[in-house]
């Protein structure tokens, strides 16, 4: 897209102008019938709803929506946009999109998708015999495996990864690098944060942790900042030895606020086939008991 002289607008304008274009079109799309408003018959000359009628069905003035739809420097709210989205009956990715375009951080979803959630406990079912775990935003654990919770020690009382890495007896105690993978580990929470500078959720986490972890708070007062992709770890199994993994988080587009974490063995190693022995029924019942030797 460019301007008439030619030359290719500015990252704000075209947002400007993305906002601009969304907002119309999503006003025209909503009658005065659907937004509980008489219809005008004949006389009405604008597809769907006026400017003014939004505003009024928002709870905000007629100018400040206009300046809005023009993509003006206005202050902009999470509660005004809700507002608005809800007015032209925006479903959660159009919703999204509207925060981006206003310049805000998108709001993480906020119902619990039943059948999608079931697909995800499928997909790294599916995984099996090697772990694969799903977590959200504060990088929670919502979802793991079998083969996650025998090599990790993963249980019910595990909520949240990152505690669980530095808190967890079971998951320290496994970790061979743990001093490199820590610092990484850390590096890539704080990059994750940081694309939410306001949320209340990850400082919540990284309170909690600094106040219990001497570890934790000295590697998160370093201030490294590392983006998540893929990592390399070794766990010692007390039942199979040395696991050797790379460990890839991918992200979930219909589901922002959700990562799934799928650890692949790394190749010329024995890992696979240990995870096999380890997830077979005789594994499950020896995973507690030390390796010979």
Sequence with gaps: M??????????????????????????????????????????????????????????????????????????????????????????????????????????????????????????????????????DAYWNLVAYNDAAGLTFGYSKDDTNCLISFFTSPLYRSRTNNRAELAATVVAQYRATASERPDDEGFRAVVEELATVSPEFAALWARGDVEASGQTQKEIVHPTVGSLHFESTHLRIPARPDLTIVLHNPLPDTDTAAKLERLTSPQGRRDTMRPVAG
Excluded at 34 to 56: H, N, W, Y
Excluded at 83 to 110: C, D, F, I, M, Q
């Design 2 to 135: 460019e301007n008439t002289a030619g030359q290719v607008p500015s990252a704000k304008s075209y947002r400007r102008q993305e906002l601009r274009d969304f907002l119309m079109a999503r006003r025209a799309r909503i009658s005065p019938a659907e937004a509980g408003l008489p219809d005008g018959g004949a006389r009405r000359r604008t597809p769907g709803l006026r400017r003014e009628e939004v505003a009024v069905l928002a709870g905000v003035g007629v100018s400040w929506y206009q300046w809005l739809e023009q993509g003006r420097e206005i202050t902009v709210s999470p509660q005004v946009l809700d507002a608005v989205a809800r007015v032209l009956k925006l479903n959660a990715a159009e919703r999204r999109h509207l925060y981006g375009l206003a310049g805000l951080n998108p709001p993480l979803p906020e119902a619990v998708d039943t059948d999608f959630c079931d697909g995800l406990h499928r997909l790294i079912d599916a995984w099996m015999p090697f772990p694969a775990h799903v977590m």
